[in-house]
């Protein structure tokens, strides 16, 4: 693989790697834009086969943070990063405030956050070598563990969703489907049940399966059959690649909303799941919420302003369809061209140098 030519189509900024020999520390730092501000994305900490693997990874995440950023109208750019290893048994001390100081050696062109694999207690470590690293824990002064938030940023999709569709916003009655019921999902399940929703749920670890239904009250099924569960919202809350040409067929959802990153396997997924009927709500827009919550603490971190903006979740969902469904085009098409634009915009003005800027 030629790295020039990998970035050159992505449209990225800048790679970093950082290695450190006494932790085994590898990491890749991909800095994809900060045209609307820094690049802000969180340390995924993953086994990869090869490194090849994580620098396609990095590069395909970081290019989703500067459209999710961009779709919430936050002045972020989009950026991720990747420690290959294995969370459960290369992870320590050393090695994640080694990796803190290669993101502090960026002085805040890249900042960091907890992703799959990190934790709120790794970002306070982090946080020892840096201060470019969002999302510790409350007893630091953070905003904490991002899956409340991000479920809650779901709900108020769903809401803008079913007002598209039926003309009304409750979801009590409403019938949703949900893959994975992890930190986000079984949180999401938890404000549907209060909401008076019918919920079936399915996840490939029994424990949480159990979990849920305990807890809530909730019907499950198979994994292999939650997305062919008859209902109006289908939720994919696992792993991305989920909807694909071999699953949307078996769609039986009037729409879909979940937190799952790049659920769609191609972009003609989209498509596809329109011509079904089924409204999608773009992945990188119904998910946010969590990259808006611990963007907050870049302003010194205040929940109530943070949950009012992870309300306007619904606001930001409601334009989207609208522009879709006026433009012909399908909702992440529409999505997309909402963040391109805001990019080229707001991006733009920092051609307009204000005084006492670093005139090099
Ligand atoms: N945590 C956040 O705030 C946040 C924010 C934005 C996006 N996301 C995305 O949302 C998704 C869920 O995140 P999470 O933090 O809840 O992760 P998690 O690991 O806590 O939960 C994922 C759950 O999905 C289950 N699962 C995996 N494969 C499955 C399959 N094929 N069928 C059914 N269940 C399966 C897992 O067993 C697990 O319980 C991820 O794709 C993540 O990238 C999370």
Known sequence: MVVFDEVARGGHEQII???DDASGLRAIIA????AL???LGGTRFFPYDTEQDALVDVLRLARGMTYKAAAAGLDLGGGKAVIIGDPATDKTERLLRAYGRIVDSLGGRYITAEDVGTTTTDVDIIRRETRWALGSSPAEGGAGDPSPVTSRGLFAAARAVAD???GDTDLAGRRFAVQGVGKVGAAFVQLLVEARAEVIVADSKEEAVKEAVENYGVKSVDVEDIHTVDCDFYSPCALGGGLNDSTIPGLNCQAIVGSANNQLATEDDADRIAARGIVYG???VVN???LINVHDELHGYSKMRAMHRVD???DATRAILLASKEQQIN???AAVMVAEKRIEEIGDLRRFRRSGEDPR
């Open 17 to 19: 790697y950082g290695y």
């Open 31 to 34: 800095i994809h834009s900060t």
């Open 37 to 39: 501000g820094p690049a």
């Open 164 to 166: 598209f569709i039926w």
């Open 282 to 284: 773009p992945d990188f």
């Open 288 to 290: 946010a919420g969590g």
């Open 312 to 314: 306007s979740i619904f």
């Open 331 to 333: 909702p992440n098409q």
